[in-house]
């Protein structure tokens, strides 16, 4: 399953849209940093941090942190961990690695959620942070978040979701659709930087429903899988590793 319809504004076919975001992140990457600060009005690092803390990432957990982009995530796991060693950070876009390893020591690839360069069963955590919109297949990205945590493994994936009710419904896209990426213009100067705010908004316009994502986890063979939510708008997925984990269903033809 797709987590969005092929936005035809941007790339023409489902093929063409890993090529279409990495060149998105790439030249919007030197912004990035600042716009998601004043956007989010400075909560992002105490927020993730926080997030990280409920979830249950405890000293000593191997982290893998999928599209880290420019290492927000993995700056506040270091914040709980102590220490950046155990931490491994995935990403495809060249430039939003390049920004995350100017922070911290971790250990740096690129590659995507969908396909990951890792042994089964290799990390104790993994995060995913405002990235879900960007895979091909949640399925493809959900059966390989099972193959590389070890049972028991937990994973956390942070969202923004379209919120419910028409009056915050309207509220969110004057903001996120119009406001935001205005603004972004306007600070950054950047045409670029603009662009990437554009296409936030859209994809979390167009993003599956909440129901769906929690489908996704459990048909990955995913348990305790659950959403809990802040205002209505930040989504956190959740779930682990059974145990006695039976092998995830084989990918569709
Ligand atoms: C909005 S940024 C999120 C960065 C960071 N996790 C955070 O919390 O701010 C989205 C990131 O997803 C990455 N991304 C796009 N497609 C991806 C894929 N298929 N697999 C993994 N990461 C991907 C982008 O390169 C970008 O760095």
Known sequence: MHPHPTLAAHYPTPEAKPEFVNRLFDRGARHYDAVVDWGFLRSGAAYRRWSLQRHGLLAGDRLLDVACGTGLVAVAAVKILGTAKNITCLDPSAGMLAVARTKLAANFVQGRAEQMPFADQAFDFLTMGYAL??????????????????????????????PAGRFPRALFRLYFGHVYPFLTRLFTRSNDARDMMRYYWETMDACVPPAAVLQALQGAG????????????????????????????????
């Open 222 to 253: 995913l348990a305790a899988v659950k959403r809990d939510t802040l205002l209505g708008l930040f989504s956190e997925y959740s779930a682990v590793k059974p145990l006695a984990s039976p092998r995830p269903p084989p990918p569709l033809p």
């Open 133 to 162: 919109r960007h895979v091909t297949s949640l399925d493809a990205t959900f059966r390989e978040f099972h193959r590389v945590l070890r049972p028991g493994g937990r994973l956390l994936i942070l969202e923004v979701t379209k």
